[in-house]
């Protein structure tokens, strides 16, 4: 079982950088692969940014590549996002999954991230 909880979301200017940590808890999270989504008012969950459990293989939707970089450490995920965009707007949630191409098994609450311009 891997309990996730995000933070670091708020209300930014267009430009500005946010930092989201997701905090993971469990035994076996370290080998869990993990991912970034977010969710905007009336828009179908996006896939954001993805790692595997090591941290050496990342993958980002086209949209956020070069001004998003997700990392992890032994219990957090971070998504550090620079240059933000009022398209950017939106609920970002963590995800983890036990092998890496398989749906997401645990969900964070969410975080809400505003991009004003």
């Known amino acids: 079982q891997v309990q996730l909880v995000e933070s670091g979301g708020g209300l930014v200017q267009a430009g500005d950088s946010l930092r989201l940590s997701c905090a993971a808890s469990?035994?076996?999270?370290?080998?869990?692969?993990m991912g970034w989504f977010r969710q905007a008012p009336g828009k179908e969950r996006e896939l954001v940014a993805t790692?595997?459990?090591?941290?050496?293989s990342t993958g980002y939707t086209d949209s956020v590549k070069g001004r998003f970089t997700i990392s992890r450490d032994k219990n957090t995920v971070y998504l550090q996002m620079n240059s933000l965009k009022p398209e950017d707007t939106a609920v970002y949630y963590c995800?983890?999954?036990?092998?890496?191409?398989?749906?997401?098994?645990?969900w964070g609450q969410g975080t809400q991230v505003t991009v004003s311009s």
């Open positions: 469990g035994r076996t999270f370290s080998s869990y692969s």
């Open positions: 995800a983890a999954r036990r092998v890496a191409g398989t749906p997401f098994d645990y």
């Open positions: 790692i595997n459990w090591s941290g050496g």
